[in-house]
């Protein structure tokens, strides 16, 4: 069935600091791609996602690419805040695969002044 | 703004209590879904509808029953709440296709004790 995988977390950085997390999927159809985010005590946000390859998704200074050939969707930001502390979750949504979402497992980030 | 609601926000109760967790939205989405969720960790589905009268059990088994007499409306019913309930519940719904995401309530922190 579809999967997705996240690198583990937590992940710390310093303010200013570049900022990767990887997503890898697995799928059987054609998926689109989302990365949402959880801050502290809430549900979780659309950050921003692709529905089709080589699409990059933006927003809030985040970006992440579509790559079908590497099966990824890695999450970047050039410069993180302290406000960008929170957990993030990849998560593909398969026509072929009854067209409920799969998340992964979640990466905390959190942000050192 | 939220189109979303879940209510309440937090619950503490007792073992062996009844419980409903509420959640409204104001979007016409046919799909809505729950998600129990230990804070900052992976998504579990629980429960999930695709229109009026049509439920399914998700993939983590629970005790919680679920009701779509509307198509805003999507209550999670605990007949005898146990401290291994105690948890996040989180409310979704999404359109019909896969590529516009879901949009998540802020979540009912349950404790029982």
């Given at each position: 069935g579809d999967s997705v995988t996240q690198m583990e977390g937590p992940v710390t950085l310093s303010e200013e600091a570049f900022l990767t997390i990887n997503c890898t999927y697995t799928a059987t159809g054609y998926p689109s791609l989302f990365w949402y985010v959880q801050y502290p005590g809430e549900g979780l946000q659309l950050l921003l996602k692709a529905t089709k390859a080589d699409d990059k998704g933006s927003n809030k200074g985040f970006e992440a690419t579509y790559r079908k050939e590497t099966t990824s969707f890695h999450l970047e930001k050039g410069s993180v805040q302290v406000s960008d502390s929170a957990v993030y979750f990849c998560a593909l949504s398969d026509?072929?695969?009854?067209q409920n979402f799969v998340f992964g497992p979640g990466t905390r980030l959190s942000v050192l002044p | 703004e939220a189109d979303i609601y879940q209510t309440p926000r937090y619950l503490v109760i007792g073992t062996g209590k009844k419980i409903t967790l509420e959640c409204s939205q104001t979007?016409?989405?046919?799909k809505m879904y729950w998600y129990q969720q230990d804070p900052g960790m992976e998504l579990h589905l629980i429960h999930y509808s695709y229109g009026v009268n049509s439920t399914e059990k998700g993939d983590l088994s629970s005790e919680s029953t679920v009701s779509r007499i509307r198509t805003e409306h999507f209550p999670l019913t605990l007949e005898s709440a146990r401290p291994s309930h105690t948890s996040q519940y989180l409310c979704a719904s999404s359109e019909?296709?896969?590529?516009?995401g879901y949009t998540f309530g802020s979540g009912t922190r349950l404790t029982v004790v």
């Amino acid at each position: 069935g579809d999967s997705v995988t996240q690198m583990e977390g937590p992940v710390t950085l310093s303010e200013e600091a570049f900022l990767t997390i990887n997503c890898t999927y697995t799928a059987t159809g054609y998926p689109s791609l989302f990365w949402y985010v959880q801050y502290p005590g809430e549900g979780l946000q659309l950050l921003l996602k692709a529905t089709k390859a080589d699409d990059k998704g933006s927003n809030k200074g985040f970006e992440a690419t579509y790559r079908k050939e590497t099966t990824s969707f890695h999450l970047e930001k050039g410069s993180v805040q302290v406000s960008d502390s929170a957990v993030y979750f990849c998560a593909l949504s398969d026509r072929n695969y009854g067209q409920n979402f799969v998340f992964g497992p979640g990466t905390r980030l959190s942000v050192l002044p | 703004e939220a189109d979303i609601y879940q209510t309440p926000r937090y619950l503490v109760i007792g073992t062996g209590k009844k419980i409903t967790l509420e959640c409204s939205q104001t979007m016409g989405h046919d799909k809505m879904y729950w998600y129990q969720q230990d804070p900052g960790m992976e998504l579990h589905l629980i429960h999930y509808s695709y229109g009026v009268n049509s439920t399914e059990k998700g993939d983590l088994s629970s005790e919680s029953t679920v009701s779509r007499i509307r198509t805003e409306h999507f209550p999670l019913t605990l007949e005898s709440a146990r401290p291994s309930h105690t948890s996040q519940y989180l409310c979704a719904s999404s359109e019909s296709t896969p590529n516009y995401g879901y949009t998540f309530g802020s979540g009912t922190r349950l404790t029982v004790v």
